[in-house]
């Protein structure tokens, strides 16, 4: 069984300031990780994902997440905080099935 | 870009009724998955389909919920008799592959059960 953890459903910052958004995880295979993005009154949209290799990876935007297996976390963040950043992201697991297990979403809001 | 397709974009339906959500996967893609996420609530899982024929599917999936892919191009989700509790965005997505591969998903439908 596999489950996703996200803590803090709303976060705020200022543009230009660093962002933290946190996931961890639970499975019992070996996890592929992603993060989802959703703007309003829209579908969702990969940022990047793990599957094996380099634990920190880059995706879309400036974002980037590292696996930490030891903590069983896949942390996303992005350096600099821009106002077209404010949206709800999704942090996810998958494993052997094709199945995506969702975290229940954290809102940023990015703020001037 | 290729992109998925869902149709209709909002479905208000009374009570009872059947509905059908639409779906156009990505042209070379073989898994087909449905998701909906209830208002405020996280993104659930609901069913997968690969060879034309379920892969796999959640509890929240019952004999109320099937789907079909009656062409070579549509992915359909069919709610046979609609309660309020169904009230929700179905989102379609599909992948080339499972597991490791990106889910590329639709822009959803809101279904409104009144």
Not at chain 2, 25 to 48: A, M
Not at chain 2, 56 to 70: A, G, L, N, T
Not at chain 2, 78 to 87: A, F, Q, V
């Amino acid at each position: 069984a596999q489950s996703v953890t996200q803590l803090g459903s709303h976060v705020s910052v200022s543009e230009g300031a660093l962002v933290l958004l946190r996931c961890n995880y639970s499975s019992s295979v070996p996890p592929y990780l992603f993060w989802y993005v959703q703007y309003p009154n829209q579908g969702l949209q990969l940022l990047l994902k793990y599957t094996t290799g380099a634990t920190l990876v880059k995706g879309i935007n400036g974002f980037e997440a590292e696996f930490k297996k030891s903590e069983t976390s896949f942390h996303l963040t992005k350096p600099s905080a821009h106002m077209s950043d404010a949206a709800e992201y999704f942090c996810a697991v998958s494993g052997t099935a094709s199945k995506l297990t969702f975290g229940t979403g954290t809102r940023l809001q990015v703020t001037l | 870009e290729p992109e998925v397709t869902q149709t209709p974009s909002h479905q208000v339906t009374q009570m009872g009724q059947e509905v059908i959500l639409r779906c156009v996967p990505i042209s070379n893609h073989l898994y087909f998955y449905w998701y909906r996420q209830i208002l405020g609530q996280k993104v659930e899982f609901l069913v997968s389909f690969y060879n034309n024929e379920i892969s796999e599917k959640s509890e929240i999936f019952d004999d109320q919920f099937s789907v079909e892919r009656p062409d070579g191009s549509n992915f359909t989700l069919k709610i046979r008799s609609t309660k309020l509790e169904d009230s929700a965005m179905y989102f379609c997505a599909s992948s080339e592959d499972r597991g490791d591969t990106e889910a590329f998903f639709g822009q959803g439908t809101r279904l409104t059960v009144v």
